[in-house]
């Protein structure tokens, strides 16, 4: 079946440092990829997504290539804050408004 | 973006009564919703897909009979988690989706069972 992994955290950062955090995917098809974030004790926003190979998404400073020949797609942001502190989850869909699959979730923690 | 409300936000209830959770998309027909639940510190595991007026699809190991779900309008489903133990205590959230774009998520129940 459809499968989502991610780095594990916890991730701790200075502010203004650089993040990564790595997915990869296996899936049949070509399904569309996500980064949602989840702020304590809240649900889900999407952060940003890609529906197609070579697709970026980009959003709030944070960008994720979508690579086909890789399964993957990593987030990225260049300079982060303090109020980036969440838990990040990478994920898939196999349509347009359908069930997600979701990696374990990576918590960043960013100090001053 | 849409807006998808979930309620209520957390609920204590005692061991062996049942607990409904509502889950309204406020400016958008929800043709389709999603039930997920989440563990301390771990991923969201999907729970049923509900389809507006018809029988909701439960993932494999999902107990049907112990989580209800009713999708009777649109705009509307809901979760009850019937008898419910501690082991039961978990943060539940739910998505809905219009069918042409992704689904949005509620902010979360976080249920407790005492």
């Known amino acids: 079946g459809d499968s989502v992994t991610q780095m594990e955290g916890p991730v701790t950062l200075s502010e203004e440092a650089f993040l990564t955090i790595n997915c990869t995917y296996t899936a049949t098809g070509y399904p569309s990829l996500f980064w949602y974030v989840q702020y304590p004790g809240e649900g889900l926003q999407l952060l940003l997504k890609a529906t197609k190979a070579d697709d970026k998404g980009s959003n709030k400073g944070f960008e994720a290539t979508y690579r086909k020949e890789t399964t993957s797609f990593h987030l990225e942001k260049g300079s982060v804050q303090v109020s980036d502190s969440a838990v990040y989850f990478c994920?898939?869909?196999?349509?347009?408004?359908?069930?997600?699959?979701f990696g374990g979730g990576t918590r960043v923690l960013v100090k001053p | 973006g849409a807006v998808v409300s979930q309620h209520p936000s957390w609920v204590i209830c005692k061991s062996g009564t049942s607990v409904k959770i509502e889950c309204r998309s406020l400016?958008?027909?929800?043709?389709?919703m999603f039930w997920y639940r989440q563990f301390p510190k771990q991923s969201l595991m999907l729970m049923a897909t509900?389809?507006?007026?018809?029988?909701?699809?439960?993932e494999q190991g999902v107990e049907k009979d112990k989580f209800l779900i009713n999708h009777a309008s649109l705009t509307l489903s809901t979760l009850t988690v019937t008898s419910a133990h501690p082991e039961d205590s978990s943060f539940y959230i739910c998505?809905?989706?219009?069918?042409?774009?992704?689904?949005?998520f509620g902010q979360g129940t976080r249920l407790t069972v005492v």
């Open positions: 998505s809905a989706s219009a069918g042409y774009d992704e689904a949005f």
């Open positions: 509900s389809n507006e007026g018809s029988k909701a699809t439960y």
């Open positions: 994920a898939l869909s196999k349509a347009a408004g359908n069930k997600l699959t």
């Open positions: 400016d958008f027909q929800a043709t389709t």
